[in-house]
C-alpha cells in the first residue's frame, strides 16, 4: 500500500460497525425522558465493543423502558411484563454464545416480575440488566408503581402513595450469590455510559439501576434530585466505576467507597439521606450458571439438545 513502510502491519477488521449499524427505529418516547439518554449509552457501548449484531439481542417486558428492543438494530424479544428476566435466562441457557441485554422498568421488574428478579440474581448467568426506574408507571398513564414516594398522588391512590417505596438497592443486595449492583442517574451521559459500559464488562448478571426522569408523570420527584445535587452521593475506587474528566467535579458529595465490601455497600443503600451513584458491590467470584450447569461441563449446543432429547425419551417410552 504506498505510503506505509515495509514493516507496518494493517490489521483491519473485516467489519467495522457504527452507531448506526445498531440503531433501530426512530425512538417514539416523550421529549425529555430518560429513556433516550439510555439507549443512546448502550449504542456507544455496542460500537465500542463491536459487538456482532446477529449476535447481540435485546429482551424486555412491558412499560416505556420495554420498547428498547424497537430501537435496536440487533435480535429481540418483546416479552410479556415482569417476564423479560425469565426469557432472557432462556436465551442465555440455550444460546450462551449470544451477547444478552435486559431492558426493564420499576413495575415490569419490581412488580410483577419480583420472583424472577430475585432468582436471575443468583442465577448469575453472563447478561447485562438495566433497570430504568422513574417510579411510575408511565405506559398505563400515572398509576403508583413500587418505588412511587410515599404520598406521590397518583391515578391509583389520588389521595397519595400510602406504602414506603420499595429499596430495589438493598433488596438486589441481600439476594445470596449476587455479583454486580451499580445505581445510576440518567442526566449525567458520561457516566452513565462508563457504569453501562463496565456492567457489561462484567462476567455475570450486571445489574444496574437506573434514576430515570420521566417529565409527564414524576417531574416532582425529577426535579428535586435536579435541582439539589447535594442529595447524590458519588462513589469513588479503583475498582470502581472510572470517572471521565471533569464529571466529578459535579458532585459536591463523594466517597471512597471499596466495592468489594458487602456490609459497606448495604449501609449506603440503607441511608436514603444521599442517592449513592456508581458500583456498590461486585463479588468477580460468584458462581456463574454456566458452572454449575450439565454439571459444570462447557456442553456444545449440539451435545446439550443430546441431552434434552434423551430425557425427554425416557419420558416417552
Not at 9 to 37: H, I, Q
Not at 136 to 150: A, D, F, R, V
Not at 185 to 209: C, M, Q
Amino acid at each position: 500500500m504506498f505510503g506505509l513502510k515495509s514493516d507496518w502491519s494493517v490489521k483491519a477488521n473485516d467489519r467495522y460497525f457504527t452507531l448506526d449499524d445498531y440503531a433501530g427505529a426512530e425512538p417514539r418516547w416523550c421529549t425529555g425522558c430518560g429513556d433516550l439518554a439510555i439507549l443512546a449509552s448502550v449504542h456507544r457501548v455496542c460500537r465500542e465493543k463491536q459487538l456482532l449484531p446477529e449476535k447481540t439481542v435485546s429482551v424486555s417486558g412491558i412499560g416505556c423502558s420495554s420498547r428498547l428492543p424497537h430501537y435496536m438494530k440487533t435480535y429481540g424479544f418483546h416479552g410479556l411484563h415482569g417476564r423479560a428476566l425469565p426469557v432472557a435466562c432462556g436465551v442465555k441457557s440455550r444460546r450462551p454464545d449470544l451477547d444478552v441485554w435486559v431492558a426493564t422498568g420499576d413495575g415490569d421488574c419490581f412488580s410483577i416480575g419480583a420472583g424472577h428478579w430475585v432468582h436471575a440474581l443468583r442465577y448469575n448467568m453472563d447478561m447485562t440488566v438495566l433497570v430504568f426506574d422513574n417510579g411510575i408507571y408511565g405506559l398505563t398513564k400515572k398509576q403508583t408503581s413500587p418505588t412511587t414516594p410515599e404520598e406521590y398522588q397518583t391515578n391509583t391512590h389520588p389521595s397519595g402513595a400510602v406504602l414506603p417505596p420499595l429499596n430495589p438497592l438493598t433488596v438486589s443486595l441481600g439476594v445470596s450469590n449476587i455479583s454486580f449492583v451499580a445505581q445510576m442517574v440518567d442526566w449525567n451521559p458520561p457516566l452513565l455510559y462508563e457504569t453501562i459500559k463496565a456492567a457489561h464488562e462484567h462476567k455475570g448478571t450486571s445489574f444496574v439501576r437506573i434514576v430515570q426522569r420521566c417529565p409527564v408523570f414524576m417531574d416532582v420527584m425529577n426535579d428535586e434530585m435536579l435541582d439539589d445535587p447535594a442529595r447524590l452521593l458519588l462513589l469513588n475506587h479503583e475498582q470502581g466505576i472510572p470517572v471521565p474528566d471533569g464529571v466529578g467535579k459535579l458532585f459536591e458529595n463523594q466517597l471512597d467507597h471499596d466495592p468489594g465490601d458487602l456490609s459497606a455497600a448495604l449501609g449506603l443503600a440503607t441511608d436514603l439521606s444521599k442517592i449513592p451513584v456508581g458500583l456498590l458491590y461486585r463479588n468477580p467470584d460468584a458462581r456463574m450458571y454456566n458452572e454449575i450447569s450439565s454439571n459444570g461441563l462447557d456442553l456444545s449446543h449440539e451435545e446439550k439438545l443430546a441431552g434434552v432429547n434423551e430425557v425427554l425419551d425416557k419420558f416417552l417410552i
